[in-house]
Structure formats: structure tokens, C-alpha cells
């Protein structure tokens, strides 16, 4: 029986083919085991509502993307009086059915009432599917998601739905469809259930060979085969605050050397669940955790209760040996209003970049939150942060600079501008004699900004400096970076005069130039006691906010960094990763943010590269980006982050990284080049040889040095950097830069990289890193193409066309001889439900982010160990919490099951 009325249908088994007897077919469909004898269910469109007061917004409320909508359309209000629609639909027989909505629910107020029954509020709460529907995208009310209104009964015949709209923000709404099913419904945009059941057989399809990642709460088991709790000391600050001796990070009253395996969080706010989620750091390796926040409300002054809050997480982390590292200021956090007297200028929409280098009042209200943080008492144990040895380091600034693109006229209001034309006229009256004795000698217009009058000389744009390299440019870079520098050094005087003990660095940005400007940055950060940068490898991602956002319709391109892919496809390798790590001055060098973006299928790279080469290159500190979860959530949302990190390829994969990391089971290379920039030539913008963050393809390899000679124009080759290590010093009279002859280590021919120690090879022609080293063997990359792999204590093979294995020493010893081994995998990841579909261009437009549960690709592979011994050593499977499942015999051969990702290797 089909009713026809005002937008609505209605399907039964019997005139409906999708619809088959007993529902068995369309149960499989929706992922349920039975299904209702009659399986029924009636949609109606809300923009045809048999009556309505509803009262449209006559311009950007209802402008919105049809096309994501039910019927291409949908019954909004926003209006000072509420809206109301009722829609009139058959049912052909009595019975309960669910009423499912799909309308908005972002400060909004929406109620329902069947048949002229009492009007009852729809909770907003439990929205699934949340999408942004607004046609510029910005994210603002309008959006819809999908909503349980809940169980109700109909009555034969004709029924009647009631909805209203009302609240205190114009009693806005949308209504774009509803639902009523007698089976259980999960929604996907704007799909009926009959086409809703045709994509989950497709879905099915498409995620055959895949398995779920949901453990189960960790209940912390002394039985455990990954806990590296034992990794950190018993409680942080044990071994005396965190110093630096020569190029290594050091516990000052031990002495003893430290690495930091770390992530930028925690992400919980209650003292218990911080207590949980430092417990789950700890044992996945982490003893550092950089605290990323503000201590200023939006108008610039001391927020205390974030104070306090950062106490409490500092104690929760300090109980599991886990140090806190705090970066407190970043120009994105900051508005300043009109009546800002410490920043004027500023309407309430602008960032105060590169305000805080110049302005002394700015810096005054700055180190009032340095005091703050650091001088408040804790009102639980009465101690001061500053006093805390647990506080490993401290920021001074986060990603800005006078070097940057931010840096530019038309980005600092004329009261800022003025403060710094004026610091600059003043310098160089210092050094020429006078402004016009300055603008005489670079020869030249003036710059319509300069009021020589007014003691003020304008600055030309950061492409103009490092392309043109004038007289005038050389005198604006010295400039600003002898201020920037002074800024750090004051700074850095400032905080050791409250009594700070830890260790500070400056900042962590890139430049406009990394050939010219970036060496000039790096020496501007020398003046504190390590370098810092961040880095990440990102994935193509185009569309709106896709900087800090996965949303459906954005595109992005599968990237692997094992082969130097580029990122937008179709283009030569490019020659540069966030893991390069050359140090600056021989300190020690912190990757303080560093990740793969989501939803790059290579992202499972990541963790043992980073421990792998942060290894080799003798790094002291890698910091992932971000905790945003202590769940193993992938945070669906109508948007998802594209740094997750609580994910099976990346926190999954810490206890093996870690390990290798931490421990240094991967040994530090050779120093291959050992650079000397002299700090004169820098400021006459003649650049570095070695550019750190600069994209060099295969192209501009021509240009690498052969041997040992290095010649003007001369680019060290950026692969010298997964080969060993290399250090930059600025000295005041420069000198020979040391390059070691890479040819027995580096042949693009072949290409192939190898480790000056021999522990490391990298085929980046295949995309297969191998890891060698007396306590860590395995490979990681396009394992079915790279075939068997013989190692020394061990071999492996498997068809995994992306796949992780490694064993590592759990005791320290050598694998040859370790009693404790654990055996780690993994292929990638995605969360289910997500679906791309392939461009032309080589790119993938994503259809569906996805939700929850994480799903990894089905393992596999077979692992031999050769020791002489082998066939007495056992191997168990742990669960993904480590604790033991099942006992799998001698471990001579492992054949690796498909959804256990780590085994426990002992006699």
C-alpha cells in the first residue's frame, strides 16, 4: 500500500523490491541481527509541510547549499516570532515506530507533537552527522544533523507531525526531513533507507579486509608486554631540573642524558581522568608533554583558574615521571580591542603579529602571565611552578617572527607600524649618522612609507628583501633580527630572574625564505639555551579551513614520505621532511609540533620514522601533535582534526618508537657536514647552503656538491640528513664549511640512502625503510614489494602493500641475546565510513569523513628469528592494551595474525 501526500512515502515488503521478506536482507544492510516481520517506514520532506507559520530570513540564513539537502530544499525561521509546520502522512497499520529528524542543531530550540498531543522538546544534544550546510561555508548556525526524536506511536490511517521553532536567537531553525522506521535506523546524509541499505552493501564491500580498533579501557595490568612506564623516572624532577650539557638536554643533579619522546597535550580537564590519561602517556613511552595554552582572558588579563588548572596537570604528569614544557603565548589567541591600551590600534579582529618583538608595553602585560604561571602557589601542595623541577622548559614565543609572511605593513596598524619605523629610523641614525644620510646611501626612491620628519623609514616586503638583497634590505634585516634576537636575550633574562631553573628556547617558526631568511632565524634563537622548530608533512589538503580541518568534499593526496612523494601529485620528489634535524650552534634541538596530517593513507610512516632518524641525527626531543583525545577516538564531528593522534598508526605505533628513540637502539650517525656561516655574510643576505625547510626536488640536486668542495651556489644534498648528522655554527669570521664525500651513502642512481652507522637504509625508490641495528631490526613501507628481508637476528616477509614490523629489545640487550622482545605491527588506518573517490589530477575528494570505530587494515606477515636459540623462545599475543591472549608457540617463525598488532617475544 503507498500513500501519496504533501512529500511523503511510505514502502512495504510487498510493493517496494528493495524491501524483501521478513527484512532479512535490508537487516544485513543496516548491521542488525533480526528484523521487524514487516520492515516500514515513511519519509516526508520538510519544505512541504501541509500547514506553516514559518518565516524565512530574507538573505544569508537560507542561503545554503541545496545540494546536501533532502529534495534539494528544507523549512527554515528566523524570525522574532517562532515558526511552526505540520505535515499530514498515512501509516497503514498501528505500531511503534522510531522519528528520526534532520534539522538544526546549533543554539537552537526545536519541539515536536504527534496527532495533536502536548508539545514535547527534541533533545539537540546527541546530533549525528553534524554538517555545515552554509553556501560560503563559514561556520556559523547554519547547519544540519540528525537527530532521535525518539519512539512514538501511529495510528492506522492518516497522522499528523507537529514542529516548532522558537528560542532567544531569533527562534531560528531548519528542518530539511524526518523519518519514521520500525527498525533501527543509521543515518547517512541525506540517504532514504532504501538507498541508505544499497551504500552500507557497498561500504561492506569496500571495507572488507579491514578490522576494527576499539580496545577496551586499559585496566593498567602488571601482565602488560608494551608498558614502558618503567622508562621514566618515578616521579618527574627525580633526577634534578632539566639542563644542557654540551648538545644534549641533561637531569642536572644526575647528569645523566635524556631524550623526549613527547605530545602536545593532555587533553583531559578532571584530576581523575588526567590521572588516567598521564598513566596511558607513560606506558606508550611519552615523558614530555608540551602544555599549549594561554593564561589571559580575551582582554589580555591573568586568567587564573587556567593557572590553576595547569598546576593540576602538572602534578598528574609529574606522578607518572612525565615532564611539562609550557608555551603560553601565540599571536592567534590574542584580539586585541580598540581600547587596548597596550596594543592600540587594533579593531577586535586582527592578530598582534610581530607586535610583541617591538612593543614594551605588550611585553610588560606579557611577562605578567610568565609571573603568573610561575609565582602563584598551588592551592592543593603550596609549591610554585618555578620551583617544580617536573617543569622541563619554557617557550617564549609560538610560530611568529619578524621573517615571516605575517610580517608586513598591512598587517600592523599605523600605532604599532609607528613604534617600530620609528625603532628603525633610530638605528639607523646609530649607524649612518643620520635618516637621510641612510636613505642617501642606499641610493634609490624612498619608500612612500617613509617619514624621515617624523624619524620613521618603512620596510620593504619580505619578497623584495631576499630576491632583491639591496643596501636598503641588508640594513632592514639586520634590523630586525639584532631586535628580534635582543627580544629573546631580555626574555630569556627575564625568566631566569623569577628564579627559573629548566631549560628556554625562543621560538619555532619558519620564514619567507629559507635559503636566505631561515639561517637568520635560526641565529636569532641562539641566544637561549636550544633550538626549536616545528614541521609537518602534510597531505595536499585543499578546501574551506582545511588548514586546521577534515570536512567532506575537501581533497587531499595520498603522500609517502619513505619515497619523497611531493605533495601535490604529479610533481618530482621533493627533498624535504619535518625530521631533518641539523643542530645549530652545537645545542641541543627540540621538533616541539610535528606530525602527518590526516587522512593520508602513508600517516602509519610516521612513528618509526621519527624515531628512526630523530635517532640518527642525535635529536634531543620530538613532540607530536596533538592529544586531543584520551580516547581512541578518531573525534567525528562535521569536521575532524588532521592531527589526531590517539589513533592505531600513530599512538599504536609509540611503544616500539619509543623505545628505539628513547633508549637509542638506533645509534647516532657520523657528522657529515659541519657548516660555518659567517654571521656578516647572513645579514648581506647571502643565505645557507643547507636550507632546512626548503622543498628541494630532484631537479635542484644538480647543484649538490660532488666530494668534498663546497662552491658558491653550491646546495648540500638534503638526503645528507638520513645519512648521519650536521651542525651549523655562526661565527663572527665564518670559515670552511666540512662535508664528508656522501657517495658511499647516498646513491640516487639506485635510490638509496644509507646510514653512516649501517643501521638504516632507505630505498626510496620502493618506499621501504629497513632498521638493522643490534637491538631493533625491521622494515617499515611497501613490504610486498620489497619482498623477504633478511636482517641479522631476524627475517620477515609479508604481502601487506603498506605495512610496520619491528622488534625491539625490551631489556636493552641485543636481540641476539634479549629476554624480553616486543614485536610490533601495523599496515594504516581509517575511520570507517570514510570514503574518497579519485580525481584526474591524481588527488582524492572525500566523500564521508567517517566516524568512529578506528579501522586498521588486516595484518600480515611471517617473522622468523634466526638466534640459535629461537625454537625455545615463545611468542604471545597481546591485545592492544599488551596483555596477553594467547600463547602461539616458538617464536622461530611467527606467522602474524590479522588484528594483533603487538606479540611478546621471551625464552
Known amino acids: 500500500m ?3 501526500s504533501a512529500g511523503w512515502k511510505a514502502r512495504s515488503p510487498s510493493r517496494n523490491a528493495t524491501w524483501t521478506a521478513k527484512g532479512a536482507c535490508f537487516g544485513l544492510a543496516l548491521l542488525i541481527c533480526s528484523a521487524p516481520a ?116 501511529l495510528k492506522k ?60 579501557p586499559d585496566p593498567f595490568s602488571a601482565k602488560s608486554g608494551i608498558d614502558l612506564r618503567f622508562l621514566n623516572e618515578k616521579t618527574a624532577g627525580d633526577g634534578g631540573f632539566i639542563g644542557v650539557k654540551g648538545s644534549q638536554f641533561v637531569h642536572t643533579r644526575t647528569g645523566e642524558p635524556v631524550r623526549f619522546w613527547g605530545v602536545n597535550g593532555p587533553s583531559s580537564s578532571k584530576p581523575e581522568d588526567l590521572r588516567g590519561e598521564a598513566r596511558m602517556l607513560a606506558k606508550h613511552g611519552v615523558n614530555l608533554a608540551r602544555i599549549h595554552h594561554g593564561y589571559f582572558d580575551e582582554k589580555g588579563d591573568v586568567d587564573i583558574a587556567a593557572v590553576r588548572r595547569s598546576m593540576a596537570v602538572v602534578q598528574a604528569l609529574k606522578a607518572e615521571g612525565i615532564y611539562s614544557y609550557f608555551s603560553i603565548y601565540f599571536p592567534l589567541w590574542l584580539k586585541p580591542g580598540p581600547d587596548t591600551p597596550w596594543l ?146 631580555e626574555t630569556y633574562r627575564f625568566l631566569r630572574g623569577l628564579g627559573f631553573q629548566g631549560v628556554i628556547t625562543a621560538s619555532n617558526w619558519i620564514t619567507a625564505s629559507p635559503e636566505i631568511l631561515g639561517p637568520l632565524e635560526k641565529y636569532s634563537y641562539t641566544v637561549t639555551d636550544f633550538i626549536d622548530r616545528h614541521g609537518y608533512f602534510s597531505c595536499h589538503s585543499q578546501g574551506e579551513a582545511s588548514e586546521w580541518s577534515v570536512r567532506d568534499g575537501h581533497t587531499y593526496a595520498d603522500r609517502s614520505a619513505l619515497r619523497f612523494d611531493p605533495e601535490a601529485p604529479g610533481k618530482s620528489r621533493a627533498f624535504v621532511h619535518p625530521a631533518m634535524d641539523p643542530s645549530y650552534d652545537g645545542k641541543p634541538s627540540m621538533i616541539s609540533e610535528t606530525t602527518w596530517n590526516r587522512p593520508n593513507r602513508y600517516r602509519s610512516e610516521a612513528p618509526l620514522f621519527y624515531a628512526a632518524y630523530g635517532a640518527l641525527q642525535d635529536s634531543d626531543a620530538i613532540v607530536h601533535f596533538a592529544l586531543d583525545s584520551a580516547a581512541w577516538s578518531v573525534k567525528p564531528g562535521y569536521f575532524m582534526q588532521p592531527w589526531t593522534l590517539m589513533s592505531p598508526a600513530m599512538m599504536g605505533q609509540f611503544p616500539a618508537a619509543a623505545l628505539i628513540y628513547r633508549k637509542g637502539l638506533v645509534a647516532p650517525g657520523d657528522l657529515l657536514v659541519d ?41 648540500i644534498d638534503p638526503l645528507v640528513h638520513f645519512a648521519g ?73 609479508s604481502r601487506m602493500e603498506l605495512g610496520h614490523i619491528v622488534a625491539a629489545s625490551l631489556d636493552d640487550k641485543p636481540l641476539a641475546t634479549s629476554r624480553r622482545i616486543l614485536l610490533q605491527v601495523m599496515s594504516e588506518e581509517k575511520p570507517t565510513d ?31 628469528f634466526s638466534r640459535p636459540d629461537a625454537a625455545k623462545l615463545k611468542a604471545t599475543a597481546l591485545d592492544p592494551n599488551g596483555d596477553p591472549v594467547k600463547s602461539l608457540g616458538a617464536a622461530r617463525e611467527i606467522r602474524l595474525a590479522p588484528s594483533t598488532i603487538y606479540y611478546l617475544i621471551t625464552p
Not at 538507498?195 to 576494527?212: H, I, N, S, T, V
Not at 643565505?687 to 660532488?706: I, V
Not at 625503510?769 to 625491521?778: I, M
Open 2 to 4: 503507498t500513500f501519496a
Open 38 to 153: 514487516r520492515a516500514d517506514w515513511i519519509w516526508v520532506e520538510g519544505e512541504k509541510p501541509a500547514k506553516s507559520t514559518m518565516h524565512r530570513h530574507p538573505y544569508w540564513y537560507d542561503q545554503v547549499k541545496r545540494g546536501e539537502l533532502s529534495g534539494g530544499d528544507l523549512i527554515s525561521n528566523f524570525d522574532d516570532r517562532p515558526g511552526e509546520a505540520s505535515y499530514r502522512f498515512g501509516s497503514r497499520s498501528a505500531g511503534p515506530y522510531e522519528l528520526w529528524a534532520r534539522a538544526n542543531p546549533v543554539q537552537a530550540k526545536l519541539f515536536y507533537r504527534l496527532n495533536e498531543g502536548a508539545w514535547t522538546a527534541i533533545d539537540l544534544a546527541g546530533a549525528r552527522e553534524p554538517t555545515n550546510i552554509a553556501a560560503d561555508g563559514k561556520p556559523d548556525l547554519r547547519f544540519v544533523a540528525w537527530l532521535r526524536v525518539g519512539e512514538v506511536t
Open 157 to 216: 490511517g492518516t497522522n499528523v507531525v507537529a514542529f516548532r521553532m522558537e528560542g532567544p536567537n531569533h527562534n531560528h531553525g531548519f528542518l530539511d526531513c524526518f523519518v519514521l522506521i520500525n527498525e533501527p535506523f543509521a543515518p547517512r546524509g541525506a540517504l532514504k533507507p532504501d538507498a541508505l541499505a544499497r551504500a552500507r552493501l557497498q561500504d561492506d564491500e569496500a571495507d572488507k579486509g579491514w578490522f576494527a580498533f576499539d580496545p577496551k
Open 344 to 489: 592600540k590600534g587594533y579593531d577586535g579582529r586582527q592578530t598582534p603579529f610581530a607586535a610583541l618583538f617591538f612593543n614594551t608595553d605588550f611585553q610588560k602585560r606579557y611577562q605578567e602571565w610568565w609571573k603568573a604561571l610561575l609565582l602563584t602557589p598551588s592551592p592543593a601542595t603550596g609549591q610554585r611552578l618555578v620551583d617544580d623541577p617536573a617543569v622541563a622548559g619554557l617557550e617564549i614565543i609560538n610560530e611568529d617572527s619578524y621573517l615571516f609572511w605575517t610580517f608586513s605593513a598591512e598587517m600592523i596598524p599605523d600605532p604599532e607600524l609607528r613604534i617600530l619605523e620609528t625603532q628603525f629610523g633610530d638605528w639607523l641614525t646609530k649607524k649612518h649618522g643620520s635618516i637621510d644620510r641612510a636613505l642617501k646611501t642606499w641610493g634609490g626612491r624612498p619608500l612612500d612609507g617613509d617619514r624621515p620628519g617624523e624619524g620613521r623609514v618603512a620596510f620593504r616586503p619580505l619578497w623584495n628583501m631576499f630576491n632583491e638583497k639591496t643596501r636598503r634590505d641588508q640594513d632592514a634585516a639586520r634590523f630586525l633580527v639584532e631586535g628580534q634576537r635582543a627580544f629573546y636575550s
Open 675 to 715: 657548516l660555518n656561516l659567517k654571521i656578516g655574510d647572513l645579514y648581506e643576505l647571502k643565505g645557507t647552503p643547507m636550507p632546512q625547510d626548503a622543498a628541494l626536488d630532484e631537479l635542484r640536486m644538480k647543484d649538490a656538491p660532488q666530494g668534498t668542495t663546497l662552491k658558491p651556489g653550491n646546495v
Open 725 to 797: 648528522r650536521a651542525n651549523v655554527s655562526f661565527t663572527e669570521g665564518g670559515g670552511r664549511a666540512r662535508i664528508v664525500d656522501l657517495k658511499p651513502l647516498v646513491d640516487r642512481r639506485r635510490k638509496v640512502v644509507l646510514s653512516s652507522t649501517g643501521e638504516l637504509r632507505l630505498d626510496y625508490g620502493k618506499g621501504v625503510l629497513a632498521v638493522n641495528a643490534p637491538r631493533a631490526q625491521g622494515a617499515s613501507g611497501a613490504l610486498r614489494e620489497a619482498g623477504t628481508i633478511e636482517l641479522k637476528d631476524l627475517s620477515l616477509s
Open 834 to 864: 570514510f570514503h574518497s573517490e579519485p580525481l584526474p589530477d591524481g588527488d582524492r575528494k572525500i566523500r564521508s569523513i567517517g566516524r568512529d570505530p578506528w579501522l586498521v587494515k588486516e595484518l600480515d606477515g611471517v617473522v622468523k
